[in-house]
Structure formats: C-alpha cells, structure tokens
C-alpha cells in the first residue's frame, strides 16, 4: 500500500484529497514565537517545540496507533492507497511537523510512505 501523509493550512482550505484529515490546531504554535516563526515543520527547532508538550505526543502515537490499525483494515480489503492529512493554521508549521512524524513512523514499520507539504516551498 502507498501512503501519503500530506500537511496543509486550512486558511487556505482543506485538503480534499484526503481519506483522513487530522486537525493540529489544538497543539502549541510555532508561529508565535518569534525565532521559529519563519521556519517550517521540517526544522527540528519547531518539531521539537511542537512535540514538547505531552499532550502533543500523545496525540500523535494516538494518531499513528489508529492509522496501523486502518491501515491493515485496508490492505486485507486490497487497498492501494491511503492519503492521511494534516492541517493546521497556515500549514507551515504543526501540520508539516505531524506529517514528517507519522510518515516516518509508517517508514519505520516498514510501509511504503511520502510526504507532501501543500502549503509549504521547499527548495532543492
């Protein structure tokens, strides 16, 4: 199965794409503090201040717990694919940082996903 974890701003509106969309606005923002303002979720600076809260990690082994469980739901019924989104105010921040976490974790387990960052430029 191919997974695709994808981050977004939902000022910009929701992701249609997606199977499942995970709201991050609840967690602690980037945004506001001023040396991490104009980073994004791929700089460890702003993943490690988004997951310092407790209740922000558990909110994503939650998410990654429910998601292996849908995951092998899906497979035994022969789905190829699973698009699972992110979003947070303006998508730079929170989402990405989520997005990078579970598609790592899926990586880690041995699952075939990609990250994409809507709402974010990334430069070669």
């Given at each position: 199965m191919k997974i695709e974890c994808r981050s977004f701003g939902?000022?910009?509106g929701a992701d249609a794409q997606?199977?499942?969309?995970?709201d991050v606005r609840c967690l602690?923002?980037?945004y506001y503090i001023e040396n991490?303002?104009?980073?994004?979720?791929?700089?460890k600076?702003?993943?490690?201040?988004?997951?310092?809260?407790?209740?922000?990690?558990?909110?994503l082994e939650k998410i990654i717990e429910m998601?292996?469980?849908?995951?092998?739901?899906?497979?035994?019924?022969?789905?190829?694919k699973l698009t699972?989104?992110?979003?947070?105010?303006?998508g730079h921040h929170r989402s990405v940082?989520?997005?990078?976490?579970?598609?790592?974790?899926?990586?880690k387990k041995g699952y075939d996903a990609v990250c994409f960052h809507r709402d974010i430029e990334i430069e070669d």
């Open positions: 939902f000022k910009n997606s199977d499942f969309i995970f602690p923002n980037p991490l303002k104009n980073m994004t979720g791929l700089d600076p702003v993943r490690d201040y988004v997951l310092g809260e407790e209740k922000s990690c558990q909110y998601l292996l469980m849908v995951i092998s739901i899906k497979e035994s019924a022969n789905v190829d699972v989104s992110f979003g947070c105010t303006g940082t989520f997005a990078v976490m579970v598609c790592k974790a899926l990586c």
